[in-house]
């Protein structure tokens, strides 16, 4: 083999070393003269115009990487709801048995939809229901009820709890009355889910007859206010996990 062709087989060797340290040495110039802390900063705004003008001119990127996000949270809101699903159907079913009522359902809250003026209508939804033996469902008759059409809730977020005969009703919310009557409703418990900043739900204990002499009231509204208190905090972390996904 020639001393030519030995010399085109030599590996070449490409020494970036000296470019390095020049790099090095201007780095550490720059925080002799300016100091760690600014140097740092204004290394992270050049990052974040960076970015911001990448995202500026590919639009898609921004629109893809949001839209995963939103799909990521929807679903952990979904899976907690999962979760939590079982757990307050178990608390409503006890308090139905406790109480030997006929019915509890929990009515939540929600905006259902905005006005022309942007403010959105307060709406409620029954969405979990418990029955004892022999009585009908009716959740159905309590979907995307418009809470100005009820004056039972004003009522019932004043108070915060509530007990007696559906008659009494009639003097309050004539509506409900009537609509508690379809279902022979005679007597009802009602309180208020509360949450860390306002109401979540309102959670209804209802009774097919008039309850007889040993009926305790008391103790009827002790045992609702008790699971109201542990629906609440099942409810509040939806809430919280909710907002995020929507703000």
């Known amino acids: 083999m020639s001393e030519k062709e030995q010399q085109d087989k030599t590996p070449i060797i490409i020494d970036n070393s000296d470019k390095m340290l020049g790099w090095i040495g201007k780095a550490l110039e720059l925080v002799k003269n300016y100091g760690i802390t600014k140097v740092l900063t204004t290394a992270l705004l050049i990052a974040i115009l960076i970015i911001f003008f990448y995202l500026l001119f590919n639009p898609n990127v921004a629109f893809d990487i949001y839209d995963k996000w939103r799909t990521i949270k929807h679903n952990e809101l979904m899976d907690l709801r999962m979760q939590n699903a079982p757990k307050i159907q178990t608390l409503i079913d006890r308090l139905t ?4 009522a006929s019915r509890t359902m929990i009515l939540e809250l929600h905006n259902g939809s905005d006005g022309v003026g942007g403010l959105p209508f307060t709406k409620c939804s029954a969405t979990y229901e418990s029955l004892n033996i022999g009585t009908h469902p009716a959740s159905s008759q309590y979907q995307n009820q418009n809470m100005s059409l009820i004056p039972f809730a004003t009522f019932i977020f004043e108070k915060g709890y509530w007990c007696g005969n559906t008659d009494d009703l009639q003097k309050i919310d004539r509506g409900l009355y009537y609509k508690m009557k379809s279902n022979n409703t005679e007597h009802f418990s009602a309180c208020v889910i509360e ?10 204990v209802s009774f097919d007859h008039t309850p007889d002499i040993g009926h305790d009231c008391t103790k009827v509204r002790e045992n609702i206010r008790h699971v109201a208190m542990e629906i609440a905090v099942h409810l509040e972390v939806e809430k919280i996990m909710k907002t995020e996904t929507t703000n």
């Open 195 to 204: 949450g860390i900043d306002k109401p979540l739900a309102i959670l209804i």
């Open 97 to 100: 048995f406790r109480t030997d």
